[in-house]
């Protein structure tokens, strides 16, 4: 009986053993990283649970290298889907229909991406059309007119609503002549001169290999994949001379308050954004500035939610985040409310934010926080295609597995004192760029309290 | 794929096992589900929508701009 107890005990200490070292942090997945001769960055992952797979692959074919011509990345990174030499735009789409695939193509502020999901079983075919769509691209004429055209009937669309413009006018102010200033999808002005010839010389400078990755994960083997691509990216030709990127160039912050005054004549409300220099994103402190941003204004029961919510009523909705690029960031304060309590929306948020500096947290509400952090996030890792994102983003923004596997430790680590740091740090204190979105004629006597104020109608 | 890209999360996973056991009677039918989409034949359609798009079926909303004001 004794010995029996003895082996219970020993078995129970090795479960409980086990157990702990199992629930010790997340670990990113096994994975392959190579990279082909003509430079092509290439990350394999597999993952057998559901027979899927998913792709995704980014360039250095974002807004900030549209030059002079703003909204020919986005258009490019459109125009790719067009048709390419062994399929026309029909018959592309055709294929991807049919067999419940996916290819998408976009372009962000700084990289042009393209993202793919499919069934397992449909891997060759799939990965063939990714290649027509990445090296054989023929941007038929006729398809690009109707897509500039749908361009700017929705540039159009987006002045009914401050919500889809004011991002653009902020980072116009707080990245001035910066290329971070850049809008994604242009404005009608520079979308209306574009051609043809501007995408294929833009495609021709930015979609080359050796800048570029991409990440499949999902049911193969990797083996057979690694083949597969070598054969069909190998051909893919890098550039000549390295791509000038003139994002790397020193962003000058404004070193006042400035206050961007966007007239919406009908405007019955006023939209508005509080910002200030944010951080880049490989920034060693970029998940203590998530837990503190949380707190302050990330998620439902923040304080500035709290405050311009629930307690005052002066809006549905208000948040803070930090948008992060590879070299800069920025800082923001967003919410809306009512012409009429547009100062006192506006003065609320800047002392919710005082009130951040001056009393710092406590401690009950700085582990909800870290508690909330932690529950968020494995559910943003799960599927094939986060994973596959997840890849592209390191490669992108130059961060490692420490950030899956050290998530957990950094949250836990940090305690008040070097809280209340991160807020000296990081959260701006002094000096405010704001864009108010909404009637003028109502507000400018408002907006003149904040700043300098620049005038325009909504574009 | 849309069946696979439910069961690709936790979430979708549990909801997926619930809904199987409730409405078929037995969680493990969810396995058998990508076979039984493959299976299916458009004069099962066929019968699916003479059975169901049927005029006794039909309900009609009319969206009309009020004339009178």
């Known amino acids: 009986m004794k010995r029996i107890t003895q082996k219970l005990i020993v078995i129970c200490l090795f479960l409980f053993t086990f157990s702990n070292l199992s629930a010790q942090g997340f670990k990113l997945p096994e994975h392959t990283k190579f990279k082909l001769p003509n430079g092509l960055t290439i990350y394999l992952m597999e993952q057998h649970d559901v027979p899927v797979i998913s792709v995704s692959a980014v360039l250095p074919a974002g807004a900030i290298y549209d030059q002079e011509k703003n909204g020919l990345a986005f258009l490019t990174a459109k125009a790719l889907k067009h048709g390419t030499k062994n399929f026309s735009k029909s018959k592309l789409d055709e294929e991807i229909d049919f067999i419940g695939a996916f290819i998408g193509t976009d372009a962000s502020k700084e990289f042009a991406s393209v993202s793919s999901k499919f069934a397992a079983k449909d891997q060759d075919k799939m990965l063939n059309l990714i290649k027509e769509i990445l090296l054989d691209p023929v941007f038929d004429v006729a398809e690009f007119e109707k897509e500039k055209s749908r361009l700017l009937v929705g540039l159009e669309q987006q002045k009914e609503s401050p919500r889809a413009v004011i991002g653009d006018y902020f980072d116009k102010l707080l990245y001035g002549n910066h290329v971070y200033g850049n809008e994604i999808q242009g404005n009608n002005a520079s979308v209306e001169k574009l051609t043809i010839d501007d995408v294929k010389s833009f495609y021709n400078t930015n979609y080359k290999p050796n800048q570029a990755a991409i990440s499949i994960v999902g049911d193969f083997s990797t083996k057979e994949m690694k083949s597969k691509l070598t054969a069909l990216f190998s051909k893919w030709k890098k550039s000549e001379n390295e791509l000038e990127n003139l994002a790397t160039k020193s962003i000058d912050y404004p070193a006042e308050n400035l206050v961007m005054l966007v007239n919406k004549d009908d405007a019955k409300e006023t939209t508005f954004f509080i910002g200030a220099k944010g951080i880049p994103r490989n920034n060693p402190d970029f998940v203590a500035i998530e837990v503190i941003n949380t707190l302050f204004g990330g998620r439902f029961t923040s304080m500035l939610n709290d405050e311009l919510r629930v307690n005052t009523g002066l809006t549905y909705g208000a948040g803070s985040r930090f948008n992060t690029l590879k070299n800069g960031g920025s800082f923001i304060i967003s919410t809306f409310t009512a012409s009429k309590t547009t100062e006192a929306a506006i003065d609320k948020s800047l002392e919710v934010l005082n009130k951040l500096h001056t009393n710092g947290i406590d401690e009950k509400s700085l582990t909800s926080a870290k508690n909330y952090v932690k529950g968020q996030f494995p559910p943003r890792y799960e599927t094939t295609s986060q994973l596959a994102n997840l890849l592209t983003q390191m490669f992108w923004y130059n961060f490692d597995a420490s950030f899956i596997e050290n998530f957990e430790k950094n949250v836990d680590s940090l305690d008040l004192q070097n809280a209340n740091q991160i807020i000296a740090d990081y959260f701006p204190q002094n000096i405010f760029q704001f864009v108010l979105v909404g009637k003028s004629a109502d507000i400018k006597k408002i907006a003149e309290k904040y700043g300098k104020v620049t005038e325009v109608n909504i574009k | ?69």
Do not use: C, H, W
Request: hydrophobic share 30%; glycine share 6%.
């Open chain 2, 1 to 69: 794929m849309e069946f696979y890209n439910q069961v690709e999360t936790i979430n979708g996973k549990s909801n997926n096992i619930g809904t199987y056991e409730v409405f078929f009677g037995d969680y493990k039918k969810m396995f058998d589900a990508p076979n039984n989409y493959n299976n299916i034949k458009v004069a099962d359609v066929q019968n699916v929508a003479k059975k169901y798009f049927a005029k006794s079926n039909r309900t009609v909303g009319v969206l009309k701009t009020n004339t009178e004001e």
